[in-house]
Each structure stands twice: as C-alpha cells, then as structure tokens.
C-alpha cells in the first residue's frame, strides 16, 4: 500500500514558471526522496531529505520537509519544457529499507 | 559506469505462464529491490536482496519470488500468471545495505500477460 497522497495530482503550467507538488504520509521516517519518471521509464532520483533537515536545494529543486504535519513539498523553479514528467515522493521508514512512494504528480511544462 | 540494466524490456505471456526477469545492478552495488508499478496500485515495493539473502518482503503472494547471486546480479520470478501481473517492473540499486542512500532503478521490464 501507498505511504501517502501527492497533491496535486496533475499540473499544467507555462514554461517559466514554478511548479510545486505536495507529498503528505502517514507514518515516521528515517528520510524522503523525490523521483522523477518519464513516460513509463526508469526512476531517477532528485533529491533526499533527511528527517532531521527541513530545507534542501539542488539547482532549480527545492524541497521542504515538515516532520510535524508529515508533508513535503518539491518546488520547481523556472520550468523548462523538459521538466514534463511524473514526479513521485518516496519515504524510508526506520523499520525497513524499503521505499513507499506516494501516487505520483504528473506535470506538464507547455512551451 | 553502466547504470542499473534490466533484462528483457519488454515480454507478453499468457495467463497460467512462469516469467523470469533479471537485474544486473552497478558494479559494486549490494543492494537489488524489485517495484511493481500499476496504474492502479502505483508503485509498490515486491522485495530486496542484500549479499544473496532477501531482506525486507512486500505484500505480495507467494507466486512472486526472487533471489540474488554472489555477483549481485539478481532474478524475480512470477509462476501461474494473471492478468493483474500486468505491470512495469522496476530494479533498484544501491551501494550498501543502508536506506539513507539514492537508489538507482533501471529502466524497467515492461510485462503484458494476455
């Protein structure tokens, strides 16, 4: 079964502007993760958040993380067409090293 | 350094068949987890090898089974397929046996049972 629900579930924007996806879960973690996946292809990782950080940023990514409400959000700033894809939310338990990801966003960057 | 390769891309079965799926993670990675991706279901963890020994095990039937080499190199088989089987199956690698690490998956096996 899925952790939790991402929010939106889909987004359409305008090349330029930012995009930020909502991850929200359920039980305590050790870290969270965003992926982002093309069209029914691999994963690839983004970036990782560990429980005890609230911030992280990598290039145009953003990612906040508030362990008190369990949510996380991945802000995408000046998107460029090529940022059209899924993007999932995955969380690391401390009982498993297994991840549970979220249902997914799927965002479309229209040029 | 070559990425997470699965083997084969794409397979059709019929119901009733066995299936064989293999993932050869990075060099020097211990770490294989297999991930059934459903339209339905989403994205859920079946299993994960850690040096030839599973691990951690998701809620699936005993149909789905798995099972890792010395060189890593690890296999998930599916015997008396149904149509639900239907999915993309997704290997992920990871250095070590700790979860506080990336993982990296392949580019899936796409399986279409008919």
């Known amino acids: 079964s899925q952790q939790g629900e991402e929010d939106p579930q889909a987004l359409s924007i305008q090349e330029g502007e930012n995009a930020t996806m909502n991850c929200s879960y359920k039980?305590?973690?050790?870290?969270l993760q965003w992926y982002r996946q093309n069209s029914g292809r691999g994963l690839v990782h983004l970036i990782l958040?560990?429980?005890?950080?609230r911030e992280k940023h990598s290039g145009r990514l953003r990612v906040t993380l508030d362990t008190s409400k369990k949510s996380s959000s991945l802000l995408i700033t000046a998107s460029r067409a090529a940022d059209t894809a899924s993007y999932f939310c995955?969380?690391?338990?401390?009982?498993?090293?297994?991840?549970?990801f979220g249902g997914g966003t799927r965002l479309m960057v229209k040029p | 350094k070559a990425g997470v390769t699965q083997t084969p891309r794409y397979l059709i079965k019929t119901r009733g068949q066995q299936v064989t799926l293999s993932c050869s993670p990075i060099?020097?990675?211990?770490?294989v987890s297999w991930y059934q991706q459903t339209p339905g279901q989403g994205l859920q963890f079946l299993f994960e090898?850690?040096?030839?020994?599973?691990?951690n095990k998701g809620n699936f039937p005993g149909r789905f089974s798995g099972r890792q080499f010395s060189n890593s190199r690890s296999e998930m088989n599916v015997s008396t397929l149904e149509l639900g089987d239907s999915a993309l199956y997704l290997c992920?690698?990871?250095?070590?046996?700790?979860?506080?690490?990336?993982?990296?998956f392949g580019q899936g096996t796409r399986l279409t049972v008919v």
């Open positions: 995955a969380t690391r338990s401390n009982a498993g090293n297994m991840l549970t």
């Open positions: 039980t305590s973690i050790n870290n």
């Open positions: 958040i560990r429980s005890n950080e």
């Open positions: 060099s020097g990675h211990r770490s």
């Open positions: 090898y850690f040096s030839e020994t599973q691990r």
């Open positions: 992920a690698s990871r250095p070590n046996g700790l979860g506080d690490t990336e993982a990296f």
